[in-house]
């Protein structure tokens, strides 16, 4: 659902107006030693970062807890060494690795690409712990070195890397913000602003930067609250993404990429003889199946003449039949037992059939020609190619080729 006009401006007022509140109460508390040596203000990061983790957790904001876990652990390699060449090494990862995560979209927090980033969370950690150990003078010196030929030590304890690297990630984020009046970027780019002044106070020896930390996490938990959470729309038979996903995965493809067609073979007649509730059956029976395909592939439903897509980036229409064989002689051999009620003429219950019901499936494949070319031109490609297979027996694989070339069309047992 989109936010209504005056709804988005509140939002986007909030996320400009709240740090403005917050980043001055964490810096008079930092800089106040009364304030800031209190055990209660020791315990607030720790407090305030678990919590914005917990609330990514739950959720499912996966940038919220990769962020949290960024600042966490940048905290607690600052608290755990005193080595220079330490902080300048995290004062390059932090705003890298804050201003990525940001940018990118969103994902879960329990998922393969959340994996993927914490992992490299992670690595990079036992980078910086490795860096601890050795403490290479070498690395020291190259992090230390200066862009351009200006001293800022004096004024700035921020080596010239981490400086650029936090200037290139605020205009980014400044830019998208004023481009998309998104309360998230809004929200980072103050983040970036609190984890510079965490890194000026610990690296100036003003004060722990601890409170900077905490401000910068809570404005990330601001930003994701405040950001409209992202709308799926999944088929009501199926379960498996629809046309609109459909629609917004095909303007994000790499420069090459297969679309599989795939449709039940004489669908109609088995919906006539088996009726509504067996052949939707049959299509979440089918479409299960399709998940299983490898190759990385995402499956849709479009609805449209009961036909499924598949989407296989970075692949070959070769390389995507191969992937559908498997799953089509996996789905020839399978059978689907069902339950249906019987009813008399009059409507009453005349008890409950069992029965087995089996099918098999057509699929035609193309790829995309040339970089840039019409997703949905390859798409009706593939269905060309779909109708092909049909022709030629069903149960088949058709691959759409050159137009010199014509369709190839594989029959049914034969290995793509």
């Not at 804050?98 to 994996?115: D, V």
């Not at 970027?185 to 002044?197: M, Y």
């Not at 109609?268 to 395909?293: C, D, Y």
């Amino acid at each position: 659902m989109t936010p209504r006009p005056e709804e988005a401006t509140i939002k986007q007022s909030v996320a400009l107006i709240a740090p403005a509140l917050l980043l001055p109460i964490a810096a008079v508390a930092s800089l106040s030693p009364g304030i800031r040596d209190s055990l209660a203000i020791h315990a607030t990061p720790l407090i305030v970062l678990g919590g914005c983790a917990l609330l990514g957790i739950v959720t499912g904001r996966g940038r919220l807890l990769l962020g949290v876990l960024v600042l966490g652990l940048t905290m607690s390699a600052l608290i755990n060494s005193g080595s220079r060449t330490i902080f300048h090494a995290v004062a390059l990862l932090l705003p890298v690795n804050l201003g990525l995560i940001a940018w990118l979209g969103e994902t879960r927090a329990l998922s393969a690409r959340g994996a993927w980033w914490l992992g490299v969370i992670l690595l990079q950690a036992g980078a910086v712990g490795i860096i601890e150990l050795l403490n290479p003078s070498s690395l020291g010196a190259t992090l230390a070195r200066p862009i351009v030929d200006i001293d800022t030590n004096a004024w700035l304890p921020l080596p010239h890397l981490a400086l650029f690297a936090f200037a290139v990630m605020l205009g980014l984020h400044l830019v998208r913000f004023v481009r998309g009046r998104s309360p998230l970027h809004a929200a980072a780019a103050w983040a970036l602003v609190a984890s510079f002044l965490a890194l000026d106070t610990a690296g100036s020896g003003a004060g722990p930067g601890d409170l900077h930390f905490a401000a910068a996490g809570m404005l990330l938990a601001l930003g994701t609250v405040l950001e409209p959470a992202a709308v799926f729309h999944l088929d009501g038979v199926t379960g498996l993404p629809a046309s609109l996903e459909f629609n917004k995965v095909v303007r994000r493809l790499p420069r090459r990429y297969a679309l599989a067609c795939v449709t039940i073979d004489d669908f109609t007649s088995f919906r006539t003889e088996q009726g509504p509730e067996v052949s939707n059956r049959m299509l979440r029976h089918i479409g299960q199946a399709l998940k299983k395909v490898g190759g990385g592939a995402r499956v849709f439903y479009l609805m449209r003449d009961h036909e499924f897509v598949v989407v296989f980036k970075r692949k070959s229409a070769e390389l995507a039949a191969r992937y559908m064989s498997v799953v089509r002689r996996a789905i020839e051999k399978s059978t689907l037992d069902v339950a249906v009620a019987q009813k008399t003429k009059s409507g009453a219950k005349a008890g409950v059939v069992r029965r087995t019901v089996a099918g098999t499936i057509s699929i035609g494949i193309a790829e995309a020609q040339a970089h840039g070319a019409d997703p949905f031109k390859v798409l009706r490609d593939a269905e060309e190619a779909l109708t092909k297979a049909r022709a030629a027996g069903m149960n088949r694989i058709a691959v759409h080729q050159s137009s010199a070339q014509g369709t190839a069309v594989q029959a049914s047992g034969l290995s793509a």
